[in-house]
Nanobody, 115 residues
């Protein structure tokens, strides 16, 4: 069975950093594009970043302003999101998604940016 488990969320101060992880299992991880999304309270879920199967191509939402970096370690079946210079507006539940089959989602990890 496909499983995606996010971790690394928590409470950070504005300007701080967090590194999120998404551990994948149940499919051939190295063959598929992975994405990070986020959903803030009362807002639509939005795409944050995407990374190709090999990690050779990445794309980011304009809202990250170059502050976020997506990466993956195919040997560990894990995709990461490094978040720097965090702002209160980055507060959201962050989800990873595998572009495999019909698409699979993790349950999310909460990131709260507040002083």
């Amino acid at each position: 069975q496909v499983q995606l488990v996010e971790s690394g969320g928590g409470l950070v101060q504005p300007g701080g950093s967090l590194r999120l992880s998404c551990a994948a299992s149940g499919f051939t991880f190295k063959s598929y594009t992975m994405r990070w999304y986020r959903q803030a309270p009362g807002q639509e879920r939005e795409l944050v970043a995407s990374i190709s199967s090999t990690g050779g191509s990445t794309n980011y939402a304009g809202s990250t302003k170059g502050r976020f970096t997506i990466s993956r370690d195919n040997a560990k079946n894990t995709v990461y999101l490094q978040m720097d210079s965090l702002k209160p507006e980055d507060t959201a539940v962050y989800f990873c998604k595998a572009l495999y089959g019909l698409g699979y989602w993790g349950k999310g990890t909460l990131v709260t940016v507040s002083s």
